[in-house]
C-alpha cells in the first residue's frame, strides 16, 4: 500500500505561481512513475503532467506545457510540480498519482492516489 499527501495549494492571483508537493510512502518511491491530475466539479479528471522513474522523461498537457515543471526527488520520497504563469482556468483540485507498472502514462490508470490540494487561481 502507498500513501500519497499532496499539500501546497491556496489561493493565487492570476499570473503568479505556486509549488506543489507530493510525499510518498509505504513502497519504494523510487520504482514509480509520479503523476499529477486535476480536476473541477462536473468534470472529469485530467492528466497534467508525469514523470518517470528516475527522472528520465516527463510528459505535460498541452494545457500547460511550457507553463508548469514536474520533478522528483528520490530521497525525499517527493514529486513537485511547479506551476508558473497561472490562469483562472488552472482553478482545480490536484492529484498526485503512482504508478508501479514500469510506464509513465497520461492515462488514468495509476495504482495509487492522494486526497488532492486545492489550487484557486483568481482574475
Known amino acids: 500500500q502507498v500513501q500519497l499527501i499532496e499539500s501546497g495549494g491556496r489561493l493565487v492571483q492570476a499570473g503568479g505561481s505556486l509549488r506543489l508537493s507530493c510525499t510518498a510512502s509505504?513502497?519504494?518511491?523510487?520504482?514509480?512513475?509520479m503523476g499529477w491530475f486535476r480536476q473541477t466539479p462536473g468534470k472529469a479528471r485530467e492528466f497534467v503532467a508525469a514523470i518517470s522513474q528516475s527522472a528520465g522523461r516527463t510528459i505535460y498537457a498541452d494545457s500547460v506545457k511550457g507553463r508548469f515543471t514536474i520533478s522528483r526527488d528520490d530521497a525525499k520520497n517527493t514529486v513537485l510540480l511547479q506551476m508558473d504563469r497561472l490562469k483562472p482556468e488552472d482553478t482545480a483540485v490536484y492529484y498526485c498519482a503512482a504508478d508501479y507498472s514500469g510506464s509513465t502514462s497520461a492515462s488514468n490508470k495509476y495504482d495509487y492516489w492522494g486526497q488532492g490540494t486545492q489550487v484557486t487561481v483568481s482574475s
Open positions: 509505504g513502497r519504494t518511491f523510487s520504482r514509480a512513475a
